[in-house]
């Protein structure tokens, strides 16, 4: 979660920072949202820049808004967001309100909205407060793999091993669906939420040079692109016996 602090220099801006990676669906937003001093003697932190799509919008005021006994119980939407946003609204303290999406937000996408202030609190002298974030698309960090002989004594049968490390966390049961490698089975690893390693089942060298296919499905696992290897086998013969003094 990016909250930024607001800090009176005349106006009250809040910038939006990139963390850009990769092609996205849409340019992340960077303007500048300029506040007046009524709103930043109000509101102290708010959800801004890039976030994750399972995060939680927030906002924390200056001061004390409701009493303990009002916290973690839903009351009424006061955000109004595009894309619209649905989801449960609560107050986690007496100063922070909570907007917990329902859903995953969708990645890759600018979002903007306001907040009623006055639904809030009516004695406020503020209508509205303008928020705009961006919601961050899961990337491939690092793609690292090789042939192997599955069997030092068997040059004719191999493996294909490799290690794969995402930007977000996801699941193993989500990378074992997105991957593919031609006919040949996958046996997939997770080593951290993000890192996953895999080997495959055997290669059995061919008379002649063939070629295999190994892919991640962007689709599946919100990439901004298809991963796509082309792994080629060749058979004894072709290899070359390299000496070394």
Do not use: H
């Not at 949202?33 to 709103?39: G, Q």
């Not at 989500?174 to 996953?196: C, G």
Request: with cysteine.
């Amino acid at each position: 979660m990016k909250l930024s602090q607001f800090s009176f220099l005349a106006l009250f801006i809040v910038i939006n920072l990139s963390r850009c990676s990769g092609p996205k669906s849409e340019v992340q937003d960077i303007s500048q949202v300029v506040y007046s001093e009524e709103v930043a003697a109000i509101i102290g932190q708010a959800t801004a820049g890039s976030i994750l799509p399972g995060e939680k919008i927030e906002v924390v005021f200056n001061n004390s808004v409701v009493t303990e006994g009002e916290l973690n119980s839903e009351i009424d939407n006061p955000f109004s967001f595009s894309p619209s946003i649905s989801g449960r609204v609560y107050w986690s303290g007496t100063d922070r309100l909570v907007l917990e999406p329902s859903k995953p937000l969708t990645s890759r996408v600018n979002y903007s909205g306001k907040l009623n202030l006055k639904e809030v609190n009516e004695d406020f002298e503020v209508d509205d407060f303008s928020m705009k974030f961006f919601v961050e698309g899961r990337e491939l960090v690092s793609f690292n793999a090789e042939l192997e002989l599955q069997n030092p004594s068997n040059p004719k049968q191999l493996v294909y091993r490799g290690k794969v490390t995402f930007s977000q966390n996801t699941s193993l049961e989500t990378v074992e669906k997105s991957a593919s490698f031609s006919l040949i089975d996958l046996n997939w690893n997770q080593e951290s939420e993000k890192i996953f390693s895999f080997v495959s089942g055997t290669i059995n060298r061919q008379s002649s040079a063939k070629n295999y296919e190994f892919s991640l499905n962007a689709r599946s696992l919100d990439l901004s692109e298809d991963l796509d290897r082309t792994v080629k086998v060749v058979p004894l013969e072709q290899m070359q016996l390299i000496s070394i003094d």
